[in-house]
């Protein structure tokens, strides 16, 4: 897999039309959506580099991250700051923060996120189970839990992802990821989302399965 993988799976991604309750931020209705349709190449562009064997699921994008950025649990700082330990993301990089973001709080859930995988030395792949910002319908700027059928909508997202990278293990984050991958028959480990002060589990969660042999 490649580049052209890459490209097609944005393609297919931008093509899943929004609903009053689901915003597709990588649709072409919207000209700023470009912007995040090129982060997201970018993001998984340098994944590819790296040939991780993981894939973290999450549950949905935030309005104050991937819905602005583009990319899975990133936010405002991360994109305007230094490169994280990994290389990642900073002010220099190919990396566009879009315009509308620039005032907006950052997502706390992202910072939690790198800083835990930089302090086990572990980079994954990072995916959501519903890979559009669902929210309350009329109000933009609020976060709702997937329904299934946003999630099971997702499920070809995730799946084309353990093809394009040699991912060996998927590993659910949170209840809505772990039910999305268990309705596919996938029988995924399952660790605590780092959000609403779940930082010390989610890196416990993490930590078991690195010893265990499960995540490398």
Same mark, same amino acid.
């Given at each position: 897999? +490649?580049?052209?993988?890459?490209?097609?799976?944005?393609?297919?991604?931008?093509?899943?039309?929004?609903?009053? *309750?689901?915003?597709?931020?990588?649709?072409?209705?919207?000209?700023?959506?470009?912007?995040?349709?090129?982060?997201?190449?970018?993001?998984? +562009?340098?994944?590819?580099?790296?040939?991780?064997?993981?894939?973290?699921? *999450?549950?949905?994008?935030?309005?104050?991250?991937?819905?602005?950025?583009?990319?899975?649990?990133?936010?405002?700082?991360?994109?305007? *700051?230094?490169?994280?330990?990994?290389?990642?993301?900073?002010?220099?990089?190919?990396?566009?923060?879009?315009?509308?973001?620039?005032?907006?709080?950052?997502?706390?859930?992202?910072?939690?996120?790198?800083?835990?995988?930089?302090?086990?030395?572990?980079?994954?792949?990072?995916?959501?189970?519903?890979?559009?910002?669902? #929210?309350?319908?009329?109000?933009?700027?609020?976060?709702?839990?997937?329904?299934?059928?946003?999630?099971?909508?997702?499920?070809?997202?995730?799946?084309?992802?353990?093809?394009?990278?040699?991912?060996?293990?998927?590993?659910?984050? +949170?209840?809505?990821?772990?039910?999305?991958?268990?309705?596919?028959?996938?029988?995924?480990?399952?660790?605590?989302?780092?959000? #609403? +002060? *779940?930082?010390?589990?989610?890196?416990?969660?993490?930590?078991?399965?690195?010893?265990?042999?499960?995540?490398?």
């Amino acid at each position: 897999m +490649g580049p052209s993988s890459i490209d097609d799976f944005i393609s297919r991604l931008a093509a899943v039309e929004s609903t009053p *309750g689901c915003n597709n931020f990588f649709d072409h209705s919207v000209p700023g959506n470009a912007l995040r349709r090129h982060n997201l190449a970018a993001y998984l +562009g340098d994944m590819l580099d790296r040939a991780p064997k993981v894939l973290l699921v *999450g549950e949905a994008p935030g309005f104050r991250g991937m819905r602005l950025t583009g990319v899975p649990f990133t936010n405002r700082t991360m994109f305007q *700051g230094a490169a994280n330990a990994f290389g990642l993301f900073g002010a220099g990089h190919r990396y566009v923060l879009p315009p509308e973001a620039a005032t907006v709080p950052a997502e706390p859930t992202a910072t939690v996120m790198w800083e835990v995988l930089a302090e086990l030395d572990f980079l994954p792949v990072l995916w959501s189970a519903c890979p559009w910002h669902t #929210h309350v319908p009329g109000q933009p700027l609020s976060n709702r839990t997937p329904k299934p059928a946003e999630a099971e909508l997702g499920t070809p997202f995730w799946q084309a992802l353990t093809r394009i990278f040699p991912i060996e293990t998927v590993i659910a984050v +949170g209840n809505v990821a772990h039910g999305s991958l268990r309705r596919t028959g996938l029988d995924a480990p399952k660790i605590r989302h780092p959000a #609403h +002060g *779940g930082r010390a589990r989610f890196k416990q969660g993490l930590q078991e399965l690195l010893a265990g042999g499960m995540a490398q």
